[in-house]
């Protein structure tokens, strides 16, 4: 999933609204690079953890981020959507992003102002993530559901398709093995019915 999510947002595919997948890797300038520490800094903590590849994985795993799309774009996307339903991009300036919010009859867009290394503040408010600011957001702007149609979703839905597949082949695997275990045992105990101080073998002990 980091590999997917790094690819993505740096990809000019993504900022040209050709789709997440493309055939070949980002190209990478010093500039875009720059914007993204930007919008996702600082690259490592006060414990030299590395923070930047899981804040950009944290961004696009929520439905509401739609990353890289112009008001225009935004407006349309939430034009035919109920009054509550809320989108996050970047803004125009780096290091900002864009809530844009459905209300009846038109649309709000909210400027949000990443910090470095400090958090993300709206108004008066500093709050530690962009999902706690959303979530302050909510209250005040009583937000009621993501707007559908980002083009990051489709990673961890394909992400989590690939888990249930893995998970359910596993778990097959393990019933077809107690299952066979359960044969070979019933079948040892009928060949020794008669015998009860017979000591089972290794076969027929499950761990």
Not at 107 to 118: D, E, N, T, V
């Amino acid at each position: 999933i980091s590999k997917a999510c790094i690819k993505a947002i740096f990809s000019d595919a993504v900022a040209g609204k050709e789709g997440v997948e493309h055939d070949q890797d980002p190209v990478v300038t010093l500039e875009k690079f720059g914007h993204m520490l930007k919008w996702f800094g600082p690259m490592i903590d006060n414990e030299n953890q590395v923070l930047f590849i899981n804040t950009i994985c944290n961004a696009l795993s929520n439905k509401w981020f739609h990353g890289d799309i112009s008001q225009v774009d935004a407006e349309d996307l939430l034009r035919d959507q109920e009054p509550g339903t809320y989108l996050v991009r970047f803004s125009r300036m780096p290091g900002c992003y864009t809530a844009s919010i459905a209300y009846p009859g038109k649309i709000l867009h909210q400027r949000i102002s990443h910090q470095f290394g400090k958090g993300y503040k709206f108004g008066n408010t500093t709050y530690s993530s962009l999902d706690k600011l959303m979530i302050g957001l909510s209250q005040k702007f009583v937000l009621k559901k993501p707007c559908p149609g980002s083009r990051f979703n489709r990673i961890f839905s394909e992400s989590l398709q690939s888990d249930y597949v893995q998970h359910d082949t596993f778990n097959f695997s393990d019933d077809e093995e107690d299952y066979d275990n359960q044969n070979l045992s019933n079948n040892n105990n009928n060949n020794n019915e008669d015998d009860d101080q017979t000591v089972p073998n290794d076969d027929m002990i499950c761990n």
